[in-house]
């Protein structure tokens, strides 16, 4: 992976690459978790929440809207589930300061990796059960949509591209994905004093066409001071 920008202490929420880091206080170990998010229509929340409470063997006290939508399509549950293997918040949950959100366990594992609830965020049972430990009341909890990692080494560029929420593609339009990309990676180049050749750009948008979600790789060869990615396209 590439990992976002180190923020010690606290964990981070990536929605669009549906995966949680959680870095310690100083700054020495990450861990990582893929999670499952939000459905389209209950989308997870974003911004900077903390973790409110930790609670072990959590009892589901069904919201209204989510025992309405269930009982509508054929799928209903009771207003109250005791902990236990068909709890869907699993064995440890961890309540946000939005206390309608949680980061918690499943007992749907296929979950994980999908946009699956209605807007908490799951993780595998031991995942939960080690970040459950890891972290503490009040505790930061970073939420970002950032469906692109880049980071510059020794003259390459790694690139990871991931899939857009389709909320994010509708508010971005035709040519949204490409402009916050140019503005990612010129953010990333410009204290380098790199610039892209024609060349290199055209393979960095055949690895955002091909959301390529694994590290590419982008061989930098010119190595003067950027003008801009984005006035080449103007």
Request: with cysteine; glycine share 6%.
């Amino acid at each position: 992976y590439i990992i976002p920008k180190p923020e010690p202490g606290r964990i981070i929420v990536n929605l669009a690459e549906m995966r949680l880091y959680y870095f310690t206080a100083d700054a020495k170990k990450l861990f990582t978790y893929p999670i499952g998010i939000g459905e389209e229509n209950w989308q997870s929340p974003q911004g900077l929440l903390h973790v409110m409470q930790k609670v072990k063997n959590p009892v589901w006290i069904v919201p209204k809207s989510i025992y309405e939508y269930r009982k509508k399509n054929g799928d209903p549950v009771p207003h109250i589930v005791q902990s236990g293997p068909d709890n869907p918040l699993g064995y440890f949950a961890l309540r946000l300061s939005r206390p309608t959100y949680l980061i918690h366990g499943t007992n749907e594992p296929q979950s994980i990796g999908r946009r699956s609830s209605a807007g908490c965020i799951h993780l595998f049972g031991n995942d939960i059960e080690q970040l459950f430990h890891l972290v503490a009341v009040n505790v930061k909890v970073h939420f970002i949509n950032d469906p692109f990692q880049v980071v510059y080494i020794d003259n390459k560029l790694f690139v990871q591209v991931y899939p857009t929420l389709i909320e994010q593609r509708q508010a971005w339009g035709n040519y949204g994905a490409w402009q916050q990309l140019q503005a990612d990676i010129q953010q990333e180049l410009v204290s380098h004093q790199v610039q892209l050749s024609s060349v290199e750009i055209a393979e960095l948008k055949d690895v955002l066409k091909n959301q390529i979600v694994i590290p590419y790789v982008i061989h930098i060869h010119s190595l003067f001071y950027m003008q801009g990615l984005i006035s080449h396209y103007m």
